[in-house]
């Protein structure tokens, strides 16, 4: 909670400044009124002492009785709308302060979240992360816009009433101070309680938003595949786990607060008593000083205010660990560091001849038993295009990500141009790079965000030419609203073929001198994907060019293909020499020529075993994502 204050509410000083003057002096000017008002039923109607009242000149002090009430009535009145004034200033320097430091940490959250390696996303659930960003955040405006600002007017409240009281009649202050230990130790109790509660509470929260969150987004499959009831009773089992853990909280305040209510409520009564039979009676058992009606209204009056701030002290306790629960959160978000950090003075990638290398690379995902990758080594240049095959789980989107450092490798060197690519700015890295994935992602949002996404300052012409050359133009100026489309989120309202071409377009946009094509048509029908590997080898022209595929017939012209079984070269060459060697891409080939009776038993039997594998590996990191 200090490094909250520390960090982002230095920024905010003038605010938090009139928000700590704006509560000291609407609750310094708020006990003028229970003095002003015992000091008038002793003065105007017992007769029983002056009338004099602090930094007021006694000329202008009335002479008759009903002038002194005149008088009374109008401090009274005029504390009470200088107090308001002030409570206002208050309220909103602190308002000011809280949604400033809120709006600061959530930005500075999540670009430190979108800074962290692809690793720490694939251990982590996106409605946990939205828990944070928003749910934990949120959940510091309570305490940053009320919290101190209670514990200043709780300060001032105990110490200008605890002086006045000691002021008019020291005994009696000291009965109205016994319950402040009861409360202390209270309080104590209270906070060693609920503090491990409200973590497993805010815990809770970012389950349940995970589940909610990944029911929504796979609400087609709910549908289709009639899982209505299954997922209401998942979704019921992770409300009802927030439930309990909410609950369990609940129990132990709904106790704290009435018990609080108690202690203070009989500490009022013992004082009410004790300075009741003083007026009534004298001093009881010989203590010093006398005690008129006046200062015993006063004097109760002031007790009350003096003994409810103590009892709202818990409500502060509580409200600052709900905070340091999220705060714990969301710092602990915020410390997490990329496993390979870059050096800020890294220089930019500058690409000449476009040449990667690939020397001796093995790479293995933090929650796999056995690297990924084994030893790759492989050489691509300027105006070629290298296919990458191999079965399900040989490895190869692993190794292309590589490439633009969505991982960094474990062992081996990446150069481009002779250049390690973890020697430059990682940002001149990803620009020199195209990436078309088999599955694009398009923003909520227009098709012109969407292929300018990236290139930000694009101008509409280079927008529309880059759609053209993507195959794209004819159906975007089908839609309803041409290139100024919503296309919905992720683009549901566009086909696959449709989302696959902008993305393509938005490639042709950045024009970048390398390019990687993941499986690009491996999603589209057949006239689909001509139009798209149409537009694909107008961009890979003169491009250093790497394209991972399934469908082995998207690939065949390539200059090379490198062939990854089990994370290692087992082949390479063209296609013509793949198929001669008559070895694992030749049986592939087979596989989709649809020659199955002409494949050797170990292919099959070996296929068998490799996908029971894969699909016991993806459920294993599936699992323990869903466990952190």
């Known amino acids: 909670m200090w490094r909250l204050y520390a960090e982002y509410g230095r920024e905010q000083v003038p605010q938090a400044i009139l928000g700590v003057f704006g509560t000291l002096t609407s609750r310094s000017v ?140 020291w005994p009696l202050a000291l009965v109205a101070l016994l319950p402040v230990p009861v409360l202390a130790v209270f309080t104590y109790l209270f906070v060693k309680k609920i503090q491990p509660k409200y973590a497993a509470v805010r815990a809770s929260v970012g389950a349940l938003n995970s589940r909610l969150e990944n029911n929504i987004g796979g609400i087609q499959v709910i549908k289709t595949e009639n899982a209505e009831s299954y997922e209401v009773e998942r979704v019921e089992g992770a409300s009802q786990h927030y439930f309990d853990t909410n609950w369990d909280a609940i129990t132990t305040r709904i106790v704290f607060f009435p018990g609080l209510g108690v202690i203070t409520g009989i500490g009022f009564a013992i004082t009410f008593a004790v300075g009741g039979f003083w007026v009534l009676n004298g001093a009881p058992a010989g203590l010093p000083g006398t005690l008129t009606a006046g200062q015993f209204v006063t004097f109760m009056v002031y007790t009350q205010q003096f003994i409810w701030p103590m009892a709202q002290f818990g409500q502060i306790i509580n409200m600052y660990q709900r905070a340091k629960a999220s705060s714990a959160r969301i710092f602990g978000l915020m410390g997490e560091t990329a496993k390979h950090m870059e050096s800020s003075d890294a220089p930019d990638l500058t690409v000449t001849e476009g040449t990667v290398e690939y020397d001796d690379v093995s790479f293995g995902y933090a929650k796999a038993d056995e690297p990924v990758l ?76 969407n292929i300018a996404y990236g290139t930000f300052d694009a101008t509409d012409e280079e927008i529309v030419d880059a759609a053209k050359r993507a195959e794209a133009h004819e159906f975007i100026m089908n839609l309803p609203d041409g290139y100024d489309t919503m296309v919905g989120e992720r683009g549901v309202k566009l ?51 790497f394209a991972i595929a399934h469908r082995l017939s998207t690939i065949r012209h390539a200059d090379e ?63 323990a994502g869903w466990e952190n």
Not at 400 to 426: A, C, P, S
């Open 374 to 449: 084994h030893n790759v080594s492989l050489t691509a240049t300027r105006g070629q295009l290298l296919g990458v095959v191999g079965p399900t789980g040989a490895g190869k989107s692993t190794l292309l990500k590589l490439l633009v450092r969505m991982y960094d490798t474990d062992e081996g060197t990446i150069r481009i141009d002779g250049t390690d690519i973890h020697e430059v700015n990682t940002q001149s890295l990803r620009r020199a790079i195209g990436y078309v994935s088999q599955d694009p992602f398009l923003f909520y949002g227009t098709v012109k965000e």
């Open 30 to 169: 708020g006990l003028i009124s229970p003095f002003v008002l015992g000091l008038a039923i002793d003065a105007v109607f017992l007769s029983q002492r002056e009338y004099t009242l602090p930094f007021l000149p006694q000329a202008w002090v009335p002479s008759t009785p009903t002038g002194l009430l005149w008088l009374s009535i109008a401090v009274i009145a005029g504390a009470t709308v200088v107090g308001a004034v002030f409570q206002w200033l208050a309220n909103w320097g602190w308002n000011s302060f809280a949604q400033h430091v809120q709006h600061a940490l959530r930005v500075d959250t999540y670009d430190t979240m979108q800074l962290l390696d692809m690793g720490f996303f694939d251990e982590k659930q996106t409605g946990e992360m939205l828990s944070i960003l928003n749910n934990d955040v949120n959940q510091l405006e309570t305490f940053l816009n009320e919290g101190i600002s209670s514990a200043l007017r709780i300060g001032v409240m105990v110490l200008g009433i605890g002086v006045i009281m000691f002021a008019i009649n």
């Open 561 to 623: 293909i490198i062939v990854l079984d089990d994370g290692r070269v087992v082949e390479r060459g063209t296609h013509r020499d793949l198929i001669d060697n008559d070895d694992l891409y030749a049986n592939l080939w087979r596989v989709q020529a649809g020659e199955i009776d002409d494949l050797p038993p170990e292919f099959i039997e070996r296929a068998i075993r490799r996908r029971a594998e894969v699909a016991e590996t993806e459920f294993a990191e599936a699992d």
């Open 495 to 545: 086909s696959g073929g449709q989302r696959q071409r902008i993305s393509i377009a938005r490639t042709i946009l950045k024009n970048p001198p390398l390019l990687i094509l993941d499986e690009a048509t491996s999603h589209v029908d057949t006239e689909t994907e001509a139009l798209i590997q149409r537009s694909l080898n107008r961009l890979a022209a003169e491009k250093t060019t």
